[in-house]
């Protein structure tokens, strides 16, 4: 998942800067969206818009056993992510990581592989803020490399 919007209006560091109005509805309603999803790890790039967008999922019914900062995820690039996923443990079978662009496109577009697909090529276009790709992944963490997952789903939930 991309963050939700974030605000401009602001004198706040990139890292500080929180979502706007319309991030926070947007989130909110891909929090109703996604409402009784429990996920094993929430993983969330150290910017405060990453967390105030997994709080408004939250607040709508979306719940992790396992919620992590990693500062891995931010000004990260594909391979870097890849990495950090390679260290999820087995028991984390449903993973949220809402991250920034350009990687969250990019990674999603490299675990999917050259599919033909409309949702491959909607992603290529745009992955707007709070916009959520769907990818699964049969084998362990370890084995997840570009071209390993399927992409099954994207939405741009809006408020």
């Known amino acids: 998942m991309r963050h939700a919007k974030s605000s401009w209006k602001t004198n706040d560091t990139d890292l500080d800067r929180p979502l706007s109005g319309r991030g926070t ?67 984390a079978h449903k993973v949220l990581l809402i991250g920034h662009e350009p990687t969250a496109s990019d990674l999603v577009l490299t675990l999917a592989g050259e599919d033909a697909s409309p949702v491959r090529a909607r992603i290529a276009t745009k992955f707007p803020t709070c916009g959520v790709a769907v990818l699964t992944h049969d084998a362990a963490w370890e084995a997840l490399a570009p071209g390993t997952a399927d992409l099954v789903a994207f939405e741009v939930p809006r408020g």
């Open 25 to 91: 509805r947007d989130a909110v309603v891909a929090g109703q969206r996604l409402a009784g999803t429990r996920f094993d790890v929430v993983l969330l790039s150290p910017a405060a818009r990453t967390s105030q967008t997994w709080d408004c999922l939250a607040m709508a019914g979306v719940h992790a056993d396992d919620v992590r900062v990693t500062d891995d995820l931010y000004h990260a690039w594909t391979p870097q992510v890849i990495a950090v996923l390679n260290e999820l443990p087995a028991s």
